[in-house]
C-alpha cells in the first residue's frame, strides 16, 4: 500500500471548517483513499473514502487531486465531538479481504 | 443496532499467564480483523480471519493465536504475555473483499500485563 503523510497535528476553532491534508505521491491506479477518525479511548470510525471523484456524506467532504496525488478531508462545520486523530489510509483489497495500515495521522484539536 | 462488540473491555493479566480476548459481531460479516494499538501508536494488524480462512501478517509473533468457530465470534489467545503486550487490542470487521468496504470497529479491549 501506498504510503501517507499527514502533519502531526492542527488546531480548529469551533463552527469553522477543518481542512486535514494528506499526501500521498505514490497511489496508483486502483488503490482507494480512505480517511478513519479515533476518538480518545474508543476504535477507529470510519469517515468517507473515495478513488478519482470529490466525495461528500453527512460526516465529511473529500477532495482528490486531479493526480490523485493528495487529498484533504473537510469537516464543514467542526465541534468538539470532532477532536480525534484523523487517519488518512490509501488501500487495496488483497486477496479477500482488505488491509488497513495506519500511519501516524493527525490529532485534530477543535477549539472552543 | 448492528455492532461489534468486545469483551472485557479491560483485562489484567500476569506476565506469562494465557489471555483470551473476545470479539462478536451482529453484523454477519465475512472478515473479522485483529489490531494491536500500543500507547500514542496507530492501530496494527496482527491477522484476519476470511471466513474460514486465517491470514496472520508477517510480523505478527507466534505468542499471538486466534480463533474463529463461526461467523460471529473471533477470539484472540496470548500464549504467553510479556509486558511489551501490555495495549489496546481492536477487533474489526468488513463485508467482504472489496475495496470499497469500510470496517467496522468495536471498542477495543485494554490488556495490562503485570
Known amino acids: 500500500d501506498a504510503k501517507t503523510t499527514q502533519p502531526p497535528s492542527m488546531d480548529c476553532a469551533e463552527g469553522r471548517a477543518a481542512n486535514l491534508p494528506c499526501n500521498h505521491s505514490?497511489?496508483?491506479?486502483?488503490?482507494?483513499v480512505y480517511w478513519y477518525r479515533q476518538i480518545h479511548s474508543q476504535g477507529p470510525q470510519y469517515i468517507i473514502h473515495?478513488?478519482?471523484n470529490n466525495e461528500t456524506n453527512e460526516m465529511a467532504s473529500l477532495i482528490i487531486t486531479e493526480d490523485r496525488k493528495s487529498s484533504t478531508l473537510i469537516l464543514p462545520h467542526a465541534t468538539l465531538r470532532d477532536t480525534a486523530v484523523y487517519y488518512c489510509?490509501?488501500?487495496?483489497?488483497?486477496?479477500?479481504?482488505?488491509?488497513?495500515?495506519f500511519g501516524q495521522g493527525t490529532r485534530l484539536t477543535i477549539n472552543p | 443496532d448492528a455492532m461489534v462488540i468486545q469483551n472485557p473491555r479491560y483485562q489484567v493479566t500476569q506476565f506469562g499467564k494465557p489471555v483470551t480476548l473476545s470479539c462478536s459481531q451482529t453484523l454477519n460479516h465475512n472478515v473479522m480483523y485483529w489490531y494491536q494499538q500500543k500507547s500514542s501508536q496507530a492501530p496494527k494488524l496482527l491477522f484476519h480471519y476470511y471466513d474460514k480462512d486465517f491470514n496472520n501478517e508477517a510480523d505478527t509473533p507466534d505468542n499471538f493465536q486466534s480463533r474463529r468457530p463461526n461467523t460471529s465470534f473471533c477470539f484472540l489467545d496470548i500464549r504467553s504475555p510479556g509486558l511489551g503486550d501490555a495495549a489496546m487490542y481492536l477487533c474489526a470487521t468488513s463485508r467482504d473483499a472489496f475495496s470499497y468496504n469500510e470496517q467496522f470497529f468495536g471498542p477495543g479491549t485494554r490488556l495490562t500485563v503485570l
Open positions: 473515495g478513488l478519482k
Open positions: 505514490t497511489i496508483s491506479g486502483n488503490e482507494y
Open positions: 489510509i490509501v488501500r487495496v483489497a488483497m486477496g479477500g479481504a482488505q488491509k488497513l495500515v
